[in-house]
């Protein structure tokens, strides 16, 4: 966090350059904050190397749009996790279907939803953004944009998943484990999630964000999650900061919960605090619900303070800057 002198500096600077234009204003921040930033910050344990995916961009003074894409095709990559990207656990009737999003610091997003067969869905979602005239694009009409625009159309199913999902059609119940992380590893245990959100603020003092995630595993055959929605799954504003959130979106989207947080940190509340405020109001609405999944929210502002908060214990989310690069903390939580 901040010392009062550093925050003295940087509330100064920002009140007498209230004329000059958004990036300078960002650079005098970025300056004075006495290399608080480059920073990136991402949900759960996996957050560790894929914010040192991240790093790479940042280091160099590259741009937090790019960090952030670059950064969580990490676990998008990664064969052992279940919950994000291309070894993604499946829906009910055995298809991968992924949800991603992306936001930069203008407030230009892109997002993909149930995308099938594209093993990098940030980075379609980030063409989306880039390349057409909307904001997000589902289905088979992401996919068909993903291949005109290059992309290598794959099975995406491996045999591990396969697996999983043919025990649990033995059952077929359907009931999300909370803080799934904790329990990787359990023998019949098939029924996770878990997502990446990053944000990131580069050295010029701009954020954005990204998220990215295979959704909730054995879902309905078109179920779409709060990852790739907009103000739900992430929301970004350079003028205050950044949120983005992980668990059951449903309940997420109910409360349109990373575009809260990051209205509540506008109105003056930390990171933590906001995200704490966000839980609540979810828990509020469905106390029974509640009880029983696992919602948490992961905030950054405008100066570089992140915090978190969860229904659940066991979040974690992790920290990379210049001084440390794989720090992990146990967010707080209600229960
Ligand atoms: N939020 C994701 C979803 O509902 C899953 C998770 O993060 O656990 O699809």
């Known amino acids: 966090m901040y010392n009062r002198r550093k925050f ?30 480059p920073i990136v910050i991402s949900t759960w344990d996996f957050g560790i190397v894929a914010n040192k995916e991240a790093w790479k961009t940042l280091e160099k003074g590259g741009r937090a749009l790019d960090a952030v894409e670059a950064g969580v095709k990490i676990p998008e990559a990664d064969m052992k996790n279940h919950t994000v990207g291309r070894a993604g656990y499946p829906d009910r009737d055995g298809h991968v279907t992924l949800d991603a999003c992306i936001m930069d610091d203008f407030g230009n997003c892109g997002s993909v939803a149930a995308i099938e067969h594209i093993a990098h869905p940030v980075s379609v979602a980030r063409l989306v953004m880039e390349k057409t005239p909307h904001v997000m694009l589902v289905g088979e009409g992401a996919t068909q944009f993903a291949v005109e625009q290059g992309f290598k159309k794959e099975k995406l199913l491996t045999p591990e998943s396969e697996k999983a999902w043919k025990e649990w059609l033995k059952t077929a119940k359907y009931s999300p484990v909370i803080n799934i992380e904790n329990k990787q590893g359990i023998p019949g245990n098939q029924y996770n999630h878990d997502t990446i959100g990053m944000l990131a603020i580069d050295a010029k003092g701009n954020l954005s964000g990204a998220c990215t995630t295979s959704g909730m595993a054995f879902k309905m055959h078109g179920r779409v999650g709060d990852s790739p929605i907009i103000g739900a799954g992430l929301y970004v504003d350079n003028e205050v900061g950044g949120a983005t959130s992980t668990g059951v979106g449903e309940e997420v989207i109910r409360n349109v919960g990373s575009f809260l947080v990051v209205e509540l940190m506008r109105q003056g509340y930390s990171p933590e605090d906001a995200c704490k405020e966000a839980v609540k109001r979810i828990i509020k609405k469905k106390p029974e619900t509640a009880k029983q999944i696992q919602v948490g929210f992961l905030a950054i502002n405008k100066k570089g303070e992140y915090g978190a908060y969860a229904i659940q214990s066991g979040f974690s989310f992790a920290v990379c800057n210049a001084e440390q690069q794989d720090l992990l903390i146990k967010g707080k939580s209600i229960y």
């Open 8 to 37: 003295i500096k940087v509330s100064a600077a920002g009140a007498s350059l209230a004329a000059l234009s958004r990036s300078a204003v960002a650079e005098t921040l970025a300056q004075t904050a006495d290399a608080k930033f």
